[in-house]
């Protein structure tokens, strides 16, 4: 049976440390996908609020974090939660 995965939540900048630093580069390209996405997303939310002016229900601001496991698949999950304001 193997072991599983290391897991990193990242945070803050300071979570990134937590990473092996052989391992820095691998976990920094993941991430750079991961902003990508969130961009991606947070435009989609800007144009939804935008459209919708002060009638949106809906917060205009993305929280997100970023967890990488290091298992060398590069899969993405994404996970969205909508707050009213």
């Keep these: 049976m193997s072991d599983p995965p290391n897991k990193y939540k990242i945070e803050t900048l300071c979570d990134f440390l937590k990473v092996p630093e052989d391992r ?26 935008g459209a919708l002016g002060n009638f949106s229900p809906f917060e205009r601001e993305l929280e997100a974090s970023f967890t990488w496991i290091d298992d060398g698949k590069r899969e993405k999950t994404i996970s969205l939660e909508v707050k009213k304001r």
């Design 24 to 49: 820095i580069d691998v976990c920094l390209e993941e991430f750079k996908e991961h902003l990508k996405i969130h961009r991606g997303f947070q435009n989609i939310a800007d144009l939804v609020v």
